[in-house]
């Protein structure tokens, strides 16, 4: 069964509008992160959670917005979207703020 | 911020020989290093990852070596086979720990048979 789940696995959005991606993970960690895979940047760190508390945010946009509702989740909200959004997001978690293990990604293209 | 510079880019090596991938860093508080496995069309794989006090780790015909002098990471596959094709990255974070790794570009590595 896969411990870390993405959904949804491909999104397709209009420049301007607003998504959810969602991230689950089952292995009973308690900091989750997000990373966005591009062309441009290979693998880009986005925020960590700690606790449900944010621990770090190296976005420089406020359209990126994540949201810890259970000690499990963590989705990242991406508002007015953009074509340069369009790349992989990958949710990753550990149990203390070393072994990062990751998800299989949402690919988003904004058109 | 911290920079890590991975090398080399592309990597062919026929199976059975070794592949050894190179990263250097740029911050002396770095205390965390790993690397990563990327399949095509598929997420990260953990496959090691060593606090700054270890100099050498081995696991399952990989090696992990540092050099904090330096400050050089690096991963040897030992007897490679065509199913460690795939993308390698390493990734490194700071003492001042928030779990931001910075990640290297990236290795392509190609095993033939």
């Known amino acids: 069964d896969p411990k870390i789940i993405q959904k949804p696995k491909y999104l397709v959005a209009v420049t301007g509008s607003e998504k959810i991606l969602i991230c689950e993970q089952y292995?009973?960690?308690?900091?989750m992160y997000w990373y966005r895979q591009s062309a441009k940047k290979p693998l880009e760190f986005m925020f960590s959670?700690?606790?449900?508390?944010?621990?770090d945010n190296q976005t420089a946009s406020s359209r990126f917005q994540p949201q810890s509702s259970k000690k499990n989740h963590l989705d990242l909200q991406i508002t007015a979207l953009k074509p340069d959004d369009s790349a992989t997001y990958f949710c990753?978690?550990?149990?203390?703020?070393?072994?990062?293990?990751f998800g299989p990604g949402t690919r988003l293209t904004v058109l | 911020g911290e920079q890590v510079e991975q090398r080399p880019p592309h990597l062919s090596v026929r199976e059975g020989d070794s592949a050894i991938i190179i990263c250097t860093y740029t911050?002396?508080?770095?205390?965390?290093f790993s690397w990563y496995k990327q399949e095509a069309g598929a997420g990260l794989q953990l496959l090691m990852s060593v606090l700054s006090n270890v100099d050498r780790k081995e696991e399952q015909g990989l090696t992990v070596l540092l050099n904090k002098k330096d400050k050089r990471l690096s991963l040897n596959l030992t007897a490679a086979h065509p199913g460690d094709s795939a993308v390698y990255f390493c990734?490194?974070?700071?003492?001042?720990?928030?779990?931001?790794?910075?990640f290297g570009d990236g290795t392509v590595l190609t095993v033939k048979p």
């Open positions: 292995l009973g960690h308690n900091a």
């Open positions: 959670y700690s606790y449900q508390k944010l621990m």
């Open positions: 990753a978690s550990s149990q203390d703020l070393y072994e990062q293990y």
């Open positions: 911050d002396s508080a770095t205390a965390y």
């Open positions: 990734a490194v974070s700071a003492v001042t720990n928030t779990g931001k790794l910075t």
